[in-house]
């Protein structure tokens, strides 16, 4: 079961992407995401990098929705959420290739790795806001070379779903919550 620490850094996510502030997740926030990301990104529909962020979300959608909608009334709860987040331990592969998906999104100049303006930009489309993240993204950044790679954010995907270490830095993935 997931511990209250878990609970609190998910439910800020859910919150941000809860775009109707109605207390579930649905297809329409995933699509309200979408439209924030890529009117960020500046690209228009019919796009190679629209379409394809238009899938990333809304394929990250459909598998939410097929591992937690556990009552298939086509949304889901914090609680039908944090269900799934109990059963990450066990599918660490699924964690991982998220992250990978996540990364290539996030990556918007394809040099393979995650610019602070590029986690700064993904933060603001998940949550709206960018409040504070001149402190985050040097606590993400470890090693201080100025950027995430790719087996840096896998990791602290991984850690931010998964984990539990409260001195992570890891839980700074969106931003403060």
Known sequence: MASEFQRRKVAGVFEAMDADNNGFLDRSDFEALT???VDIRGWQPGTADYER???TMMGWWSALTA???ADHDDKVSLDELMNVVDQLPAIEDAVYETADVMF???DQDGDDRIAPAEHEQVVYAWK???DGLER???MLDVNGDGHLSRKEF???WSDFWRGDDTRSPS???FGRY
């Open 154 to 156: 896998r990791e602290l």
């Open 53 to 55: 962020m238009r899938a």
């Open 128 to 130: 709206g806001s960018t």
């Open 104 to 106: 290539d999104a996030i």
């Open 67 to 69: 591992l937690s909608d």
């Open 35 to 37: 439209e924030r990301w």
């Open 136 to 138: 985050v993204f040097p």
């Open 171 to 173: 839980q700074w993935m």
